[in-house]
């Protein structure tokens, strides 16, 4: 079986996700975003958005059921969605981030920001990492799981990034100084 695009009900779930977040009820989810760094614009530009549960909203089967969490939405180069993931921010969470099941999009290796900015493409690990080098101005791109970069991955990365280049700045962890 090959990548598997992005569902229409993941689609759905994070666009209504997205106008959670500027929901009273997502008020703690906002600033937490906010003590990260990201601002409104970016947040609004890149459909960052507030899953507050499975009991309060209702999902088709196979997208992430959590407690509570922050959704990322992730890009093509072309700034079209192609993926969704949860942040979880329950303490006890069984793990930080929560996806969807493959019949709802294949899980991409890298995720790119709208930005027009000019320069050198940014990388970082992680899409919060690419949505704070955005508001700093940068072109920005994120390796989802620098453990399992390839060489595929670079194609990409270089490609989008065109005769310009790109700079690297991964996480100074083991998967990181592989990559």
């Known amino acids: 079986r090959g990548p598997q695009p992005f569902s229409p009900a993941a689609l759905a779930y994070a666009e209504q996700c997205a106008d959670l977040l500027w929901t009273p009820q997502a008020r703690a989810a906002r600033d937490w975003l906010h003590r990260r760094g990201l601002t ?4 609004k530009d890149h459909l960052v958005g507030f899953d507050p549960g499975v009991r309060a909203l209702p999902r088709a089967g196979g ?4 407690r509570v969490g922050v959704t990322y939405v992730a ?3 072309a700034g079209v969605p192609s993926y969704v993931q949860v942040r979880h921010l329950h303490p006890n969470a069984p793990s930080k981030y929560s996806n969807p099941t493959p019949d ?9 920001t ?7 493409l940014l990388v970082g690990e992680g899409v919060p990492d690419a949505l704070v080098a955005a508001v ?4 920005a ?3 989802i799981d620098a453990a399992s970069i390839s060489a595929a991955t670079l194609d990409e990365l270089a490609g989008a990034a065109g005769p310009i280049g790109l700079v690297l700045a991964l996480d100074n962890d083991h998967a990181g100084q592989e990559a």
């Open 40 to 43: 409104d614009q970016v947040l």
């Open 63 to 66: 997208l992430p059921r959590t």
């Open 75 to 77: 890009f093509t180069a």
């Open 104 to 112: 709802h999009g294949s899980k991409p290796a890298v995720t790119f």
């Open 114 to 120: 709208r930005t027009d900015a000019g320069g050198p």
């Open 136 to 139: 700093a101005g940068f072109r």
């Open 141 to 143: 791109a994120a390796i």
